[in-house]
């Protein structure tokens, strides 16, 4: 397994104060192992900003529950929580419903992200490198404001393997998830480094060993 450079868009996209952090965007199709990934980047020092974490926090807010209420379906606020398993067979099942829901998080969880990164640019030492970890980072156009994309693969029958193991999903399950997403070939092409999450712990630890430096060096690599 090795972090490869890919024939990717996704590099040099922002222009970068000098000594500002560089701007990572992490994403992988499901079960590839994407927090595996960023786990091992925070504990080398990245910040890491979690899409999901924040999205979940977005789904708390009194303002944002009211919108999907009044928006996506009243059924899915129940005694003041989202009823998240059936929030998810609606969105998954109604793209307009899909839509409606990611205008009224979305816009809350860039804001956050933009919030937390302020404030680690603001701190007396500021993180070597920012990574947003992003499951639809390409779907939603996210990687014009990275230095660099990061895309975490493994092949199908893998990631199904892991996943029955971790939530007891099967495979026709796996496949609606990656034929709601880009297609795991097209995200590979569009990044600017692969990692290859086909082995073992092992090999991921050497992987994104390979890839630590690359990423510190992205600052170097801007117009």
Do not use: C, H, Y
């Given at each position: 397994m090795s972090a490869s450079t890919a024939d990717g868009e996704g590099r040099a996209r922002r222009s970068t104060a000098p000594g500002y952090p560089p701007r990572i965007g992490l994403t992988g199709s499901v079960g590839a192992g994407k927090s595996s990934v960023a786990r091992r980047l925070a504990e080398r020092g990245a910040l890491v900003i979690d899409a999901d974490a924040l999205a979940r926090r977005a789904t708390e807010d009194p303002e944002v529950l009211a919108r999907i209420a009044a928006e996506v379906g009243p059924d899915l606020v129940v005694d003041g929580r989202l009823d998240r398993a059936a929030t998810a067979r609606r969105v998954f099942d109604d793209p307009a419903a899909r839509s409606r829901l990611e205008a009224i998080v979305h816009p809350w969880v860039r804001r956050a992200a933009a919030a937390i990164e302020a404030a680690a640019m603001a701190a007396a030492t500021p993180p070597p490198l920012v990574v947003h970890d992003v499951p639809l980072l390409f779907e939603n156009g996210l990687e014009a404001g990275m230095d660099a994309t990061v895309v975490v693969a493994a092949p199908f029958a893998q990631r199904a393997a892991r996943l029955?193991?971790?939530?007891?999903?099967?495979?026709?399950?796996?496949?609606?998830?990656?034929?709601?997403?880009?297609?795991?070939?097209?995200?590979?092409?569009?990044?600017?480094?692969?990692?290859?999450?086909?082995?073992?712990?092992?090999?991921?630890?050497?992987?994104?060993?390979?890839?630590?430096?690359?990423?510190?060096?992205?600052?170097?690599?801007?117009?």
């Open positions: 029955a193991a971790r939530s007891g999903m099967d495979e026709a399950a796996v496949r609606a998830r990656d034929a709601a997403q880009l297609d795991p070939v097209e995200k590979a092409r569009r990044a600017t480094f692969v990692i290859d999450n086909g082995g073992d712990e092992e090999d991921l630890d050497a992987a994104v060993a390979e890839l630590w430096p690359r990423l510190l060096g992205m600052a170097g690599e801007r117009p």
